[in-house]
Antibody
Framework: QVHLQESGPGLVKPSETLSLTCSFSGDSVYWNWIRQPAGKGLEWIGYVYYTGSTSYNPSLKSRVTISIDSSKKQISLKLTSVTAADTAMYYC????????????WGHGTLVTVSS | QSVLTQPPSMSGAPGQRVTISCTGSSSNIGAGYDVHWYQQLPGTAPKVLISGDNNRPSGVPDRFSGSKSGTSASLAITGLQAEDEADYYCQSYDSSLYAWVFGGGTKVTVL
């Protein structure tokens, strides 16, 4: 069974880079980041495959980097040039091979973009 | 503006049936991609409720069921209970956006 725990700075200044970490236990194939602004819907940010290959939401692709460090059992998310619109709860979630849904979610970490 | 469209809110009395719609297009639901449903209780992360159109993970009551037709899908909750008060999201894959997409969510209130 997979367990996920997100962590990172709760406050980021506009124009800076948001950096988050998802620590995991257990095995999966696709490791995803999904975000949710307060009171709003969910947005898929992207995933890293266990081999290190990635896929990103085209709406965020120019600003996003997701990577995996299997030895540390960590997934990282970097989002550059943030604005207030990037303020959201950020979730780490897994997807198993051959399936198109997110089967396990972390508790999420809240990031506020403000000066 | 979400790619998949859901009603913002629905309500029902205990024991009643509530059906939540999820409308997509020819590049997602209409293209044959599965629709999945998540339940998000207040202050918690989403949890998968229905996968692959109408498959319930272990532990999900059979009061929840999913269906799909054309470019739309539905989640039905029969025998509504107080503990079902939550936000519900549909999700699919969009082949023109090359992205996993969600509905805007439906808040279900138990009267």
């Amino acid at each position: 069974q997979v367990h996920l725990q997100e962590s990172g700075p709760g406050l980021v200044k506009p124009s800076e880079t948001l950096s988050l970490t998802c620590s995991f236990s257990g095995d999966s194939v696709y490791w995803n980041w999904i975000r949710q602004p307060a009171g709003k819907g969910l947005e898929w940010i992207g995933y890293v495959y266990y081999t290190g290959s990635t896929s990103y939401n085209p709406s965020l692709k120019s600003r996003v980097t997701i990577s995996i460090d299997s030895s540390k059992k960590q997934i990282s998310l970097k989002l550059t040039s943030v604005t207030a619109a990037d303020t959201a709860m950020y979730y780490c979630a897994t997807r198993i091979f051959g399936e198109y849904y997110f089967d396990t979610w972390g508790h999420g970490t809240l990031v506020t973009v403000s000066s | 503006q979400s790619v998949l469209t859901q009603p913002p809110s629905m309500s029902g009395a205990p024991g009643q049936r509530v059906t939540i719609s999820c409308t997509g297009s020819s590049s997602n639901i209409g293209a044959g991609y599965d629709v999945h449903w998540y339940q998000q209780l207040p202050g918690t992360a989403p949890k998968v409720l229905i996968s692959g159109d109408n498959n319930r993970p272990s532990g999900v009551p059979d009061r929840f069921s999913g269906s799909k037709s054309g470019t739309s899908a539905s989640l039905a909750i029969t025998g509504l209970q107080a503990e079902d008060e939550a936000d519900y999201y549909c999700q699919s894959y969009d082949s023109s956006l090359y992205a996993w997409v969600f509905g805007g969510g439906t808040k279900v209130t138990v009267l």
